[in-house]
């Protein structure tokens, strides 16, 4: 039997929380085993399953560790560290979701190269503070780019140019994502060939952070009477891979 464990410190409980979500699926549909457990200082995610199932099982762990730190870490970063309160809030709420995906193939293939799940044990706040220096590097040197042009980056035809060069780097997770937004509802088939729906509220903001974590190669909106602003954004940000 294979077997893993994942310690980190309270204070990126949430995060640690999220990758258990997102290997509920895995754990099911291989008969794993885990458990969450805490203490007055951290937080343990045991994982087990039959050899047969080992591989599939830690394909899935990279996956969701790589969202782990260049997704969820990531974002923290950005929020303590870009400055875009000159842009419209519709604005920032595009920029940041952008900003976070920006470039993400290459990023999760640093983590990717340096994890070892062969070590039965992964330290997650040890593997960032000491492992990933080049990618934090990175990400400071992103903002201070972001943050010294943010005048120019707030008028139009450069905040368009923006968005469409930020898109061009993210990787494209599904083929086509269905939005039914008068039944919460985002249908798509994700990386490990599973068909997912998923609940989800038709606010701009969430649909973005959605569509942009899928950048999907199109965009089916289904029962879109009455949510004419929210097509406009999303059309606006992916243009004519927009479907309605």
């Known amino acids: 039997m ?9 204070s990126i409980s949430p995060y640690l929380q999220k990758l258990v979500f997102r290997m509920q699926n895995v754990i099911k549909s291989t008969n794993s085993v885990s458990a969450l457990l805490a203490d007055e200082m951290c937080i343990y995610f045991s994982i087990g399953c039959q050899e047969q199932n080992q591989s599939f099982v830690k394909t899935a762990l990279r996956i969701a560790l790589c969202e782990l730190y260049c997704v969820d870490l990531k974002k923290e970063y950005l929020q303590n560290n870009l400055n875009i309160s000159k842009c419209s809030i519709e604005k920032q709420e595009v920029l940041l979701p952008l900003c976070v995906h920006f470039d993400r193939e290459m990023e999760r293939s640093v983590v990717l190269n340096l994890l070892d799940l062969d070590s039965k044990k992964l330290c997650v706040n040890s593997f960032y503070n000491f492992k ?20 120019l980056i707030s008028k139009p035809k450069n905040y ?3 968005i469409a060069f930020l898109l061009c780097s993210i990787d494209s997770r ?5 939005i039914n937004p008068r039944e919460k509802l985002i249908v798509y088939r994700n990386s490990l060939n599973e068909d997912i729906a998923e609940h989800l509220d038709p606010t701009q903001s969430l649909v973005l952070n959605k569509l942009i974590e899928l950048n999907p190669h199109f965009i089916t909106i289904k029962a879109s009477k009455g949510y004419t602003k929210l097509i406009e954004c999303v059309r606006r940000v992916f243009g004519s891979r927009v479907l309605t």
């Open 132 to 151: 990933l220096h080049s990618l934090e590097r990175k990400w400071q040197e992103f903002c201070e780019l972001i943050n010294q042009n943010v005048s």
């Open 160 to 162: 368009d140019d923006l």
């Open 2 to 10: 294979w077997e893993f464990e994942l310690i980190a410190n309270k």
């Open 174 to 178: 599904c083929e086509n994502a269905i």
